[in-house]
């Protein structure tokens, strides 16, 4: 069993649906948690960052975690055709080294 | 601007080469790290150096050498030991505490 498991997808949704995307993991020690988007032939980008339990809201963005399920999500609200890209889940236990591990991404595309 | 450069983009290796990828930051982070991206297997971490004239291994370090001399640079070379060496490559960098990573642009090595 992986570390952190992800929906490969595709997603198709239409433009200004709401978007859910999720991850479930098994390491309990894993306490910081991120989202990147990744475009085509570029670099994942940093789109939220939590730690521990609970919300975060940036923008049309929702960063959900629940530790008690080991589960995360992320939901995008009124999606445009330019959120179309691959998300990455990534989470850590902290320390010195900051050891990520990766889902292997859900691709997202918004019809318009 | 504030980022992280890789270079080349494309990079092409031939039978029995040794090449080398660059990455250079100037957000004077102090750790900076090694991805290497396939399809459906997410991100996987070659090798990482917290401080400059350090570094360790990742989880497939195998037919990949880093040195780190200077704080903003951190290059990835590719020995002809790595057998299947086609993939896409990632450097990330990170400030000191439970900073999260930011990433470049990456480079795409495949075998002429």
């Known amino acids: 069993q992986k570390e952190v498991e992800q929906d490969p997808g595709p997603l198709s949704v239409p433009e200004g649906a709401i978007v859910s995307l999720n991850c479930t993991y098994s390491?309990?020690?894993?306490?910081?948690f991120m989202w990147y988007r990744q475009y085509s032939r570029k670099g994942p980008e940093l789109l939220m960052y939590?730690?521990?339990?609970g919300n975060k809201e940036d923008g049309r963005f929702t960063a959900q975690v629940d530790k008690s399920s080991k589960y995360i999500s992320l939901f995008i609200r009124d999606s445009q055709p330019s959120d179309s890209a691959t998300y990455l889940c990534?989470?850590?236990?902290?320390?010195?080294?900051?050891?990520?591990?990766f889902g292997t991404g859900t691709l997202l595309a918004v019809q318009p | 601007d504030g980022g992280i450069t890789q270079s080349p983009k494309y990079l092409f290796r031939k039978e029995g080469q040794n090449v080398t990828l660059s990455c250079e930051q100037n957000l004077n982070h102090d750790a900076m790290y090694w991805y290497r991206q396939d399809p459906g297997q997410g991100l996987r971490l070659i090798y990482y150096?917290?401080?400059?004239?350090?570094?360790q291994k990742g989880d497939i370090a195998e037919g990949y050498s880093v040195s780190r001399e200077k704080k903003e640079s951190f290059p990835l070379t590719v020995t002809s030991a790595q057998k299947n060496p086609t993939a896409f490559y990632l450097c990330a960098s990170r400030d000191r505490g439970a900073q999260p990573q930011h990433f470049g642009d990456g480079t795409r090595l495949s075998i002429l």
């Open positions: 990534a989470m850590s236990s902290g320390g010195a080294t900051n050891k990520l591990i």
């Open positions: 939590t730690y521990s339990s």
């Open positions: 150096s917290q401080i400059v004239n350090d570094f």
């Open positions: 390491n309990s020690a894993f306490q910081y």
